[in-house]
């Protein structure tokens, strides 16, 4: 069983980003070794934890994709994830960011129907009572009920636009304009020098 373990490890280790086919891999892998189901998720939970911050959305999403199944033994899956699934996620969603945050909160509406009600519940206090934002799901409703707390904005907030840059006046067609003005004053001053010498010449 060791080494099989090892090598699911190393699956998981490999996994680098939250690409389909490498999460793909490691559920249809967890569902072969169902056998193996509490190690397994035992395995899964740890590299969770130990995946820096900007990581952790792997590790949750291989969760997820397990629990969502629809592999016989997913409901085996469920049951050994509900023992951990609130330490798990109030641990990720508390080194997490704002951003990172929202596809947690993905994962959290698509269990609804997965886990106990009472474990939902208590995962949505849990987490609200961190983030007052946070919904709250209870057992006997499956909507959200509204926070007493006032809200705190975990959603990333939209950017600010850029400041348009300064758009400096085309230097070009002003100087077109100026070089034109040259000319025709040129020609102009040609022009009166000639009539000049013309009536110069009339008048001598």
């Not at 056998?35 to 740890?46: P, T």
């Not at 996620?89 to 993905?106: C, G, N, S, W, Y």
């Not at 269990?111 to 939902?120: D, E, G, I, M, V």
């Not at 975990?154 to 600010?160: E, F, G, Q």
């Amino acid at each position: 069983m060791s080494a099989i373990i090892d090598f699911f490890n190393a699956e998981l280790d490999a996994a680098t980003t939250e690409s389909c086919p490498d999460i793909k891999l490691i559920k249809e892998l967890a569902y072969e070794l169902s056998k193996f189901a509490a190690n397994v998720v035992a395995s899964i939970c740890g590299y969770i934890r130990q995946l820096p911050a900007d990581k952790k959305m792997i590790g949750v999403q291989i969760m997820d994709a397990i629990i969502n199944g629809d592999h016989p033994s997913a409901d085996e899956y469920r049951r050994l994830f509900d023992t951990e699934l609130v330490a798990i996620i109030v641990e990720t969603f508390e080194k997490v960011d704002e951003i990172m945050r929202l596809p947690l909160h993905a994962c959290r509406r698509s269990w609804q129907t997965r886990f106990p009600a009472s474990t939902l519940e208590q995962l949505d206090r849990a987490l609200n009572a961190i983030d007052p934002a946070w919904p709250i799901t209870t057992p006997t409703t499956a909507e959200p009920v509204k926070s007493t707390k006032p809200a705190k904005a975990w959603r990333p907030k939209p950017k600010k636009p850029a400041d348009s840059p300064t758009i400096l006046p085309d230097a070009t067609p002003q100087l077109a304009d100026e070089k034109q003005k040259e000319t025709f004053d040129a020609d102009v001053n040609l022009l009166i020098e000639k009539l000049t010498c013309l009536c110069i010449h009339d008048y001598l």
